[in-house]
């Protein structure tokens, strides 16, 4: 069960990253560019950034990790239960958020490091 913390620890190993503040709440960007957030709100949860096919994909998988509520109806974000959530696959979504927000500089220096 990841917390916090873990979903800190794998987003500051990527190029740029910076633990900050968005909406009150604790949030994670790439140069300045904002991809996931912990949110206080009543349903909880990571809010975190998707491309709008893999968000369908998602909960209609009716996997309970995934869920949506009316205030992220038509943005590309998927909200993430982390007590439902396996840290691999959890990786992989913030991998995914961090390579969609990035700027391509950083996204090409980092693939070139790999």
């Known amino acids: 069960m990841p917390t916090w913390d873990d ?5 500051t190993r990527l190029p740029e990253v910076e633990v900050t503040t968005s909406w009150q709440t604790p949030s994670l960007k790439v140069k300045g ?15 975190i950034v ?6 369908a994909a998602l909960l209609a998988s009716a996997d309970p990790a995934f869920y949506t509520t009316p205030h992220y109806d038509g943005y590309a974000m998927i909200l ?3 007590d439902r959530i396996d840290e691999q696959r959890l990786t992989e ?19 070139q490091q790999q």
């Not at 979903?7 to 987003?11: G, H, Q, Y």
């Not at 979504?93 to 693939?111: G, N, T």
Request: a neutral charge; glycine letters at 6%; aromatic letters at 8%.
């Open 7 to 11: 979903v800190v620890a794998i987003a």
């Open 33 to 47: 560019k904002f991809f996931a957030r912990l949110r206080t709100e009543a349903e909880g949860g990571l809010a």
């Open 50 to 55: 998707c491309e709008p096919g893999e968000k």
């Open 80 to 82: 993430v239960d982390l």
């Open 93 to 111: 979504m913030i991998e995914d958020a961090w390579h969609l927000k990035a700027p391509a500089r950083v996204r090409k220096a980092y693939e």
